[in-house]
């Protein structure tokens, strides 16, 4: 059964002047691989894999190169252009991928990424929705505290930024946690910070427990030693001024001073801190 929007393997059952025609089935007549797509020495009998969608015409193709993701699937895709009839998004194939109107939920910009689903519509069309939450898999999430995961962040709300988690859940990271610029519609990479009984998912951008305080005590102890011995900043600090420095929360950031203080390697006054000597960073490999 051929998919669309989808990879298929497909056997080349008659050669013509501009290109290969590769079996169909039942819904679908054979369907045309042109020339410009088929690889050298491609010949009948042969099974080859291919995409199936609609060119520019709507007449069914197949064609070998690779979109940026196919039905089914959440994608972060670049606005080729805004039309009267809808948006249009580049997903690496001849012809733009359409966003209807009526799946468009905020103003999209030509240049912009943004995350959206590929979906096949009721004309049998391939299209992408920005109604994210409409496609996201609600089942208990497959994932466990503290698991790497990517992150595709959708929405923003009071309480922090949606993400899909490994394109099929979604988590919320919230603001306390956002340590650095986070785009919606840009790719990035996150744990998972907690599975809650409501089927919910908390997310961090950081990893979690002992293995993030080392990577921040590493970090404090590095900034000490290039500035002189010394820093202008302490748990009191602005939120905000932490970020920029060391890309942590101001919680986190006084957890981590509270373990080296404790182990003697700095010393806290109001006015900042400091090494209490020039001891060696690999004092702090034991947590």
């Known amino acids: ?25 039942e819904e679908w007549d054979d369907i045309l691989l042109p020339n410009k797509y088929a690889p050298e020495n491609l010949k009948v009998g042969d099974e080859i894999e291919v995409f199936i969608y609609f060119d520019s015409e709507d007449r ?6 690779r979109p940026y993701a196919t039905v089914g699937e959440f994608a972060s895709l670049e606005v080729s252009s805004v039309e009267n009839i ?10 733009d991928l359409f966003v209807p109107f009526r799946e468009k939920l905020f103003e999209m910009l030509p240049g912009q990424s943004y995350a959206v689903y590929i979906y ?12 994210i939450k409409k496609y996201i898999d609600t089942s208990p999430a497959p994932f466990a505290v503290g698991e790497k995961v990517d992150l595709l962040p959708y929405h923003s709300t009071d309480l922090g930024i949606k993400a899909i988690i490994n394109g099929t859940h979604s988590g ?22 907690t599975l809650r009984d409501d089927n919910k998912v908390d997310l961090s951008l950081r990893p979690l427990g002992k293995e993030c305080r080392q990577d921040l005590v590493e970090q404090i102890i ?62 702090t490999q034991r947590v």
């Open 172 to 193: 919320l990271i919230y603001h306390d946690d956002i340590v650095n610029d986070l785009k919606l519609g840009e790719f990035t990479q996150g744990y998972i910070k």
């Open 1 to 25: 059964m051929i998919e669309i929007g989808k990879f298929n393997k497909l056997q080349v059952i008659r050669q013509v002047s501009h290109g290969f025609y590769l079996e169909g089935d």
């Open 86 to 95: 809808g948006v249009f998004l580049d997903w690496g194939l001849e012809k």
């Open 60 to 65: 069914i193709i197949a064609t070998t190169q």
């Open 222 to 283: 590095s900034k000490l030693k290039e500035s002189g011995g010394s820093l202008a900043v302490t748990s009191k600090t602005p939120a905000n001024t932490i970020n920029s420095m060391f890309q942590v929360s101001r919680n986190k950031f006084k957890i981590a001073l509270g373990h080296l203080y404790k182990k003697k390697i700095i010393s806290i006054t109001d006015a900042g801190i400091s090494l209490v000597s020039d001891k060696d960073s690999s004092r």
């Open 120 to 131: 096949i519509d009721s004309s049998n069309r391939i299209a992408a929705s920005t109604r």
